[in-house]
C-alpha cells in the first residue's frame, strides 16, 4: 500500500516536474531609428534567454545621382548590428549579455541591474489575446512603459526588462531621443524544446563587468564624433556631444550630472 | 499530513503574532498546489479590492511556497496565475492589527493547455523607416541661436560654412515646418534666421519624395528635414530682431516673425545691411528651382540669358569682402490650408540693393604679332529692385490623385553704372534693364496601382529681358572710319522667350525593385532677339551699321521619347537610357528663314558596384547632343560690353559629344581612413569657339564650330584622423586639362591648352575641450600653352581658431593669407576676421561683437593668364570694421 502510495507520489511528482518546466517562447518586433528586428525570448520558470540575430541594415538608396553624369557614393551601405543573447535568472539581479562580433568572437558582459521601481496603473490592453496591465518605471536614464499579463507567469520580457508579475508583451521608451519599441508579435506556449537556458560555462569564463563595459564603448563613441568634428568644413563650429542614444542613459556609478 | 502539521504551525504562529501590537505590515504566505503536487512560479498578485490597484506581487517557489508583504490593512484579492491553469482569486480580509495571514492555494489545471498553443500578430507591425525622430532637448546645450546653429548638433548632420544642410555627405531637398515646405531649395533663409527654441523634434526622412505619390515608386534618394514645434510655440506670432552697429556707418538689421498654426503659417522676414552680407542667398533657388531627373520637372532650364552684364568678377575670394552693398530684403511667406484637401501656398519677395565695386587692372595682350597694354581704373554702381511672386494650390483629389498648379511673376528692374578710365580716357557705361517672367505650370499625378504612377504637367513661360546701353565715348573708329563725328554709342536689346511644354510620365516598379520610366512629351520654345547699334554725335544718331542689327527669330519644338530602366542585382546597380528627340527648327535672321528637322538619340548606361563594406565604384558613359540656343545663332554683331562685339554663326548647329565619368570610394566617411576619387573625361566632338579679332579698343568675336576638343579632370581625397593629437589631415590633389581650340587675328587654328594643378593640405581638430584649431594650405599653379607657355603658382593659407568657454561665451578667430606667384610686388595678403557672443539672458537678449578685416587691408591684386595675354587686377575691398550686435528674442 505504501509503496504503491510513493510510487503515484513520485509519478505525479514527475508530471508536476514537466509541467513546471513549460516553456515558452515570444517573439517581439523591436524598433528604434532605422532599425527593425525580430527578437525572441524563450523562458521557462526559472531562466530566460532572449536573443537577436545579427541585424544589417539595408540602406539601399546609397548612390546618388547627383547630374545628368554624375554620381556620388554616400554614407555606409550596410550597417551591421551585433547579435546579443541576454540571460535573466528569476532569483537573481544579475544579468549577462553575450555580445557575437561573428560566430567565435563574443565579449560577455555581467550587469548587476538597479531595481526596476515598477508602478502600476489601472490601465488595460489587450495584447494578443491577453488582457496586459500597464506599468511605468524609470530606468537607467529612461521613462519605460510595459505592458504585462498575469496569465502568462513569467518574470521576464524582451532585452533587459522583466520582475513583473507576469510575462511583459510590449515595452517602450518614452520621452528619449530615439524610442525603442518592442512589441510581442507570436507567442508559442508551451514551447517544446530542449534547449538549455543556462548561460554557457565556457562563455562565463571572459567576464566583463558593465561598468568597464561602458567606459569602452564610450570611449569608442567619443572617437567617431571626435572623427566627425574634425572633418566638419571650415568656418563651422561644431562640436558634438556625446549622447547616449540607447535606453540606457545613466548609470548608478554615475552622477546625475550631463557626462561629457 | 506533513501540510495539516505545517499549517497547524503556522495557525499558531499566526494567532502568537495577532497578540504582538504591530501596526502596520502584514505577511501573506502560503502554498500553490494543484491536486498532484506544489505549483512552481505561480505569480500572484495582490490586489486592493476596491481600486484593483496592485499592492504587491511575488512568484511561488520550488516548494510552491510564496510571501507576500503588505503596509496596509485593508480589504485585498489575490490572483494567481500559473501556465496552464485557470487563473484563480482569492478575496482576502484582514483583521486589524492582523500581521500575517496563510492562504493556500489550489489551482485547476486547463485542459488544452497540453497543446502547443501558437499565437500571432495578424500582420506585423509598421515601422515608419524612413523616418527617423530627434527629440532637439537631447541634443541642444544653450549655445544654439538659430535652426541652423540647431542643426550643427543633430549626429550626422553636417552644415557648412554656406549654410548648405547635410545628412552625411548629402544635401538635403528641403527643411520643412510642421510638414509644410515654405522655401524649397530656397531653405537657407529659413535655417539662418528661424530662431531653434521653439522646435522640439527634428525628423529626418529619408528615401524622400517631394511628390508624395511618387513615394516608393521613383527611385529617390533625397532626403529632407522636418521641424516639429512645441506645443507653446504653435499659433503664437514669435521671432527675433538682431541690430548691429558699427563705425563708419557699418550696420546690420535683421527681424524674423512667424506664426505656425495647424491651418495657416505666417513667415515675415526682413535683412537690411551695408555689410557685404548677402541676405537673399539662395533665393536664386526660390525663383527657379532647378531639379534634375525630378518627375514634373520640365522647363526648369527654361530661361533667357543676357546679352550683356555689369556685374563684379566672381573672384576666388570671399566675396563679401569687395561687396559695397545697401541691401533691404523683406520677404513674406504664407501657407493656407482652407480644407483638408487643398493647400495654398503664398510668397511674396522684395529686395533693394546698391552695390559698388572698384577695380584698377593692367591687361597686356601679346598674341599673334599684336601688343597692347590696357590699364582700366573701374568703379561700378548696381541699383536693383526685384519684386517676386509665386502661388500654389495643392489640390489632393483622393488618396491616390493630386492636381498642383503654381504660378509665378517676377519683375526685376536694374540700373547699372560704371565710371571707368580706359587708358587715361574717361568713360562713362550705363546699362538699364528690366526682367520680367511669368510661369504657369500644372501638373496631375495618379497612382493608379500600388507601384505605378503617371504624371501629367504642362508648363508655360513667357520671359523677357529688355537692356538699353549707353558708352559715353567712341572707342571704334577703326572699325568705321567714315564717321569721324561720332563720339557715344547706344544699343537696344531686347531678348524674350516663350516655352510651352506637355510631357507623360509612367514611373513603373516592378516587383523586384526593377524601376521602368516611360516619357512622352513635347517641348516648344519660341526666341525672339532684336538689337539696334547705333552711333551717336551728342544725341544725334549719325547711323545704325549694317552688320551690327539683329531680328532673330529662333523656334526650337522637341518631341521627345524618353526611357530609362534601373536594375538591381543585389550590390550591382545598371542604369540604362535612351532618349529619342525629333526637332522641328526655325530660324530666321534678319527676314532670311530657314528650316531643319533633326532625329537624334542620346544613350547612356551607368553601373553603381559596392564590392565590399570599403570599396565602391560607379561610373556612367553618355553621349549627347544639345541644341543651339538663340544666342549661338544670331547672325550680326552685339555689343557685349564697352570693348568686345559678338556674333553668333547664323545657322542651325547641334553638338555632339561624349562624356565618361568615374568614382571610387575606399573607406566610409565616418572611418579613421576615407579616401574618394573621381575622374571626369569628355570629348565635345562639336564644340563652339571664336574667331576673334583684338585690337587695343575692341574686340570682334564671332562664333565658329570647330570639331573635336577634350576634357579631363581628376581629384582625389583623403582623409586620416590621427588618434595621438585627435585631429584629421585631409589631402586635396587635383588635375584639370582642357583644351580648345580657337582663331584670333587671322592666326591658324591654334590650340590652346590649359593644365591646372592643385594640392592642399588641412589638419583639423576634434577636440572636446574650450579650444579647436583649423588650418589648411593648398596652392594652384596654372598653365597655359598656346604657341608660348605661361605658368604660375599661387598659394591661399588659413588658420581658423575657435573658442567655446561656456555656454554663455564662446569667439571664433579667423586669418587668412594669399600668396600670388606671379606678382612681384604686393604679392600676399594677410586677412584677420573675429566674432564673438555672450549671453546676457538666455534665450532672450544677446550681445556679440565681430570685427572684419582687422589689418586693413585696403586693396588686393590678383594676377591671370589666357590664351591672349596676361592680366593683373586690383580690387577695392571693404575696410575694417567692429559691429556690435545686439540679439532679441520675443
Redesign the interface.
Known amino acids: 500500500m505504501t509503496r504503491i502510495t510513493f510510487l503515484i507520489v513520485f509519478f505525479a511528482s514527475v508530471i508536476t516536474a514537466l509541467a513546471q518546466n513549460e516553456k515558452v517562447k515570444v517573439s517581439y518586433d523591436l524598433s528604434y531609428g532605422v532599425v527593425n528586428n525580430t527578437e525572441t525570448l524563450i523562458a521557462d520558470q526559472e531562466n530566460a534567454k532572449y536573443s537577436n540575430t545579427f541585424v544589417t541594415v539595408n540602406n539601399d538608396n546609397n548612390v546618388s545621382q547627383e547630374s545628368e553624369n554624375q554620381y556620388s557614393v554616400k554614407s555606409q551601405k550596410v550597417i551591421k548590428l551585433d547579435k546579443i543573447i541576454t540571460y535573466q535568472q528569476k532569483s537573481k539581479d544579475i544579468i549577462y549579455q553575450v555580445h557575437y562580433k561573428d560566430k567565435n568572437k563574443f565579449l560577455t558582459v555581467r550587469d548587476s541591474l538597479p531595481q526596476f521601481d515598477w508602478k502600476f496603473t489601472h490601465e488595460k490592453k489587450e495584447i494578443l489575446g491577453f488582457s496586459c496591465t500597464k506599468a511605468t518605471c524609470s530606468y537607467r536614464g529612461s521613462k519605460i512603459i510595459a505592458y504585462f499579463t498575469q496569465k502568462l507567469s513569467y518574470p521576464f520580457g524582451p532585452w533587459k526588462f522583466g520582475k513583473l508579475p507576469g510575462l511583459i508583451l510590449e515595452v517602450y521608451t518614452e520621452d528619449s531621443s530615439i524610442d525603442y519599441h518592442w512589441k510581442a508579435t507570436q507567442i508559442i506556449y508551451p514551447y517544446i524544446d530542449n534547449i538549455d537556458l543556462s548561460l554557457d560555462i565556457e562563455i562565463k569564463s571572459e567576464i566583463i563587468d558593465m561598468k568597464e563595459y561602458v567606459t569602452d564603448r564610450d570611449e569608442k563613441i567619443n572617437e567617431r564624433f571626435k572623427i566627425m568634428d574634425s572633418r566638419s568644413p571650415k568656418g563651422t563650429t561644431v562640436k558634438s556631444k556625446t549622447q547616449r542614444l540607447g535606453v540606457e542613459k545613466i548609470y548608478e556609478w554615475e552622477t546625475q550630472q550631463n557626462q561629457e | 499530513m506533513g501540510n495539516t502539521t505545517k499549517s497547524g504551525i503556522a495557525l499558531l504562529i499566526t494567532l502568537l503574532f495577532n497578540f504582538i501590537p504591530s501596526f502596520s505590515q502584514t505577511t501573506i504566505i502560503g502554498q500553490v498546489r494543484?491536486s498532484?503536487?506544489?505549483?512552481?512560479?505561480?505569480?500572484?498578485?495582490l490586489k486592493d479590492s476596491l481600486?484593483?490597484?496592485?499592492i504587491a506581487?511575488?512568484?511561488s517557489d520550488k516548494n510552491g511556497d510564496y510571501k507576500l508583504k503588505t503596509q496596509n490593512n485593508r480589504n485585498f484579492i489575490l490572483?494567481i496565475?500559473?501556465?496552464?491553469y485557470s487563473?484563480e482569486t482569492v478575496p482576502i480580509k484582514l483583521a486589524p492589527n492582523q500581521s500575517q495571514l496563510r492562504v493556500d492555494v489550489y489551482m485547476r489545471?486547463e485542459a488544452e493547455?497540453?497543446n502547443?498553443?501558437?499565437?500571432?500578430?495578424e500582420q506585423?507591425?509598421s515601422?515608419k523607416?524612413d523616418t527617423?525622430?530627434?527629440?532637439t532637448k537631447?541634443?541642444v546645450?544653450g549655445t544654439e541661436q538659430t535652426v541652423e546653429d540647431l542643426l550643427?548638433?543633430i549626429?550626422?548632420l553636417?552644415?557648412?560654412?554656406e549654410g548648405t544642410i547635410k545628412?552625411?555627405?548629402?544635401e538635403i531637398e528641403k527643411l520643412m515646418v510642421d510638414g509644410d515646405d515654405l522655401f524649397e531649395r530656397g531653405y537657407k533663409i529659413l535655417s539662418k534666421n528661424m530662431p531653434a527654441y521653439p522646435i522640439e523634434e527634428v525628423e529626418l526622412l529619408?528615401?524622400y519624395s517631394n511628390n508624395h505619390l511618387l513615394k516608393g515608386v521613383e527611385?529617390?534618394?533625397k532626403v529632407a528635414l522636418n521641424l516639429k514645434l512645441d506645443e507653446k510655440s504653435k499659433r503664437i506670432w514669435f521671432g527675433n530682431l538682431e541690430s548691429s552697429i558699427g563705425n563708419d556707418s557699418f550696420y546690420q538689421l535683421k527681424g524674423n516673425l512667424m506664426n505656425f498654426g495647424k491651418k495657416n503659417k505666417y513667415y515675415f522676414l526682413t535683412n537690411m545691411n551695408s555689410i557685404g552680407y548677402n541676405a537673399t542667398g539662395d533665393i536664386e533657388n526660390l525663383i527657379r528651382p532647378f531639379r534634375?531627373?525630378e518627375p514634373a520637372s520640365i522647363g526648369d532650364n527654361q530661361s533667357v540669358s543676357s546679352l550683356l552684364n555689369l556685374s563684379p568678377n566672381t573672384l576666388n575670394f570671399k566675396q563679401e569682402r569687395t561687396n559695397f552693398n545697401n541691401a533691404e530684403l523683406v520677404s513674406l511667406n504664407v501657407i493656407f490650408k482652407p480644407t483638408d484637401k487643398l493647400k495654398i501656398k503664398t510668397l511674396g519677395f522684395f529686395n533693394w540693393d546698391e552695390t559698388d565695386f572698384f577695380r584698377n587692372s593692367t591687361e597686356i595682350v601679346n598674341v599673334s604679332g599684336t601688343n597692347f597694354t590696357n590699364i582700366e581704373d573701374y568703379q561700378l554702381q548696381n541699383n536693383k529692385r526685384i519684386a517676386f511672386g509665386k502661388l500654389d494650390f495643392i489640390y489632393n483629389i483622393s488618396k491616390t490623385k493630386m492636381l498642383e498648379a503654381t504660378t509665378k511673376y517676377n519683375n526685376g528692374d536694374f540700373n547699372d553704372n560704371s565710371n571707368l578710365l580706359f587708358n587715361g580716357n574717361s568713360t562713362i557705361e550705363n546699362l538699364q534693364h528690366q526682367n520680367t517672367l511669368f510661369d504657369q505650370k500644372i501638373n496631375y499625378t495618379n497612382k493608379f496601382k500600388d507601384n505605378k504612377v503617371f504624371l501629367l504637367t504642362g508648363r508655360f513661360i513667357d520671359e523677357k529681358t529688355p537692356q538699353n546701353y549707353a558708352i559715353n565715348q567712341f572707342f571704334y573708329q577703326d572699325l568705321f572710319p567714315s564717321f569721324n563725328n561720332a563720339n557715344n554709342v547706344k544699343q537696344q536689346s531686347t531678348n524674350q522667350m516663350q516655352f510651352a511644354g506637355v510631357n507623360a510620365h509612367l514611373l513603373d516598379r516592378k516587383e523586384n525593385g526593377h524601376l521602368l520610366e516611360l516619357q512622352l512629351g513635347n517641348e516648344y520654345r519660341k526666341d525672339i532677339l532684336s538689337s539696334t547699334f547705333s552711333l551717336l554725335e551728342n544725341n544725334t544718331v549719325l547711323e545704325k551699321p549694317m552688320g551690327y542689327q539683329n531680328q532673330t527669330n529662333y523656334i526650337v519644338n522637341d518631341l521627345y521619347f524618353k526611357s530609362k530602366y534601373r536594375l538591381?542585382l543585389k550590390?550591382f546597380?545598371i542604369?540604362a537610357k535612351l532618349n529619342a528627340h525629333q526637332l522641328f527648327n526655325q530660324l530666321e535672321n534678319n527676314n532670311v528663314s530657314s528650316k531643319q528637322s533633326p532625329f537624334f538619340i542620346n544613350p547612356?548606361l551607368?553601373f553603381?558596384w559596392?564590392i565590399d563594406?570599403k570599396n565602391?565604384i560607379?561610373?556612367?558613359y553618355?553621349y549627347?547632343t544639345t541644341k543651339a540656343k538663340v544666342l549661338d545663332v544670331f547672325s550680326d554683331f552685339v555689343l557685349t560690353g564697352f570693348r568686345s562685339f559678338n556674333q553668333g554663326t547664323g545657322r542651325f548647329n547641334q553638338l555632339e559629344a561624349s562624356?565618361v565619368?568615374f568614382?571610387y570610394?575606399l573607406g566610409?566617411?565616418?572611418?579613421?581612413f576615407f579616401a574618394?576619387t573621381f575622374i571626369?573625361y569628355s570629348k565635345n566632338h562639336d564644340f563652339f569657339s571664336t574667331n576673334t579679332a583684338i585690337e587695343q579698343n575692341f574686340m570682334q568675336a564671332e562664333k565658329i564650330l570647330i570639331k573635336d576638343r577634350e576634357f579631363i579632370s581628376v581629384n582625389s581625397k583623403l582623409?586620416y584622423?590621427f588618434?595621438f593629437m585627435?585631429?584629421?589631415l585631409?589631402v586635396d590633389l587635383g588635375y584639370t586639362q582642357s583644351e580648345f581650340k580657337n582663331i584670333v587675328n587671322n592666326s591658324n587654328l591654334r590650340r590652346v591648352t590649359s593644365n591646372n594643378y592643385n594640392y592642399g593640405l588641412?589638419l583639423?581638430?576634434?577636440?572636446?575641450g574650450v579650444f579647436?584649431y583649423?588650418l589648411?594650405t593648398k596652392w594652384t599653379t596654372t598653365e597655359i600653352e598656346t604657341t608660348i607657355s605661361n605658368s604660375f603658382t599661387d598659394n591661399v593659407s588659413?588658420l581658423?581658431l575657435?573658442f567655446?568657454f561656456s555656454d554663455k561665451f564662446?569667439t571664433?578667430i579667423?586669418s587668412e593669407r594669399y600668396y600670388f606667384g606671379n606678382l612681384q610686388t604686393d604679392n600676399t595678403y594677410y586677412f584677420l576676421d573675429f566674432d564673438a557672443r555672450y549671453k546676457l539672458i538666455d534665450n532672450k537678449l544677446t550681445l556679440g561683437i565681430t570685427g572684419k578685416n582687422l589689418f586693413n587691408t585696403e586693396r588686393f591684386r590678383n594676377f591671370s593668364i589666357s590664351d591672349i595675354g596676361t592680366s593683373t587686377t586690383e580690387y577695392r575691398l571693404l575696410p575694417r570694421f567692429v559691429l556690435l550686435k545686439l540679439e532679441y528674442r520675443f
Open positions: 494543484d498532484i503536487g506544489v505549483i512552481n512560479s505561480a505569480s500572484l498578485v481600486s484593483k490597484s496592485i506581487f511575488t512568484y490572483e496565475n500559473s501556465l496552464g487563473s489545471s493547455s497540453l502547443e498553443v501558437v499565437i500571432q500578430a506585423p507591425i515601422v523607416k527617423i525622430n530627434f527629440k537631447y541634443f546645450d550643427k548638433k549626429p550626422g553636417n552644415v557648412d560654412s545628412l552625411g555627405n548629402q529619408k528615401n527611385e529617390s534618394d534634375i531627373n538591381k550590390d546597380g542604369v547612356s551607368g553603381d559596392e563594406n565602391k560607379s561610373s556612367t553618355s549627347n562624356n565619368v568614382n570610394q566610409n566617411w565616418s572611418d579613421r574618394n571626369l582623409d584622423y588618434k585627435s585631429s584629421n585631409k588641412e583639423r581638430s576634434g577636440f572636446k579647436n583649423h589648411g588659413f581658423d575657435s567655446v564662446d571664433q579667423q
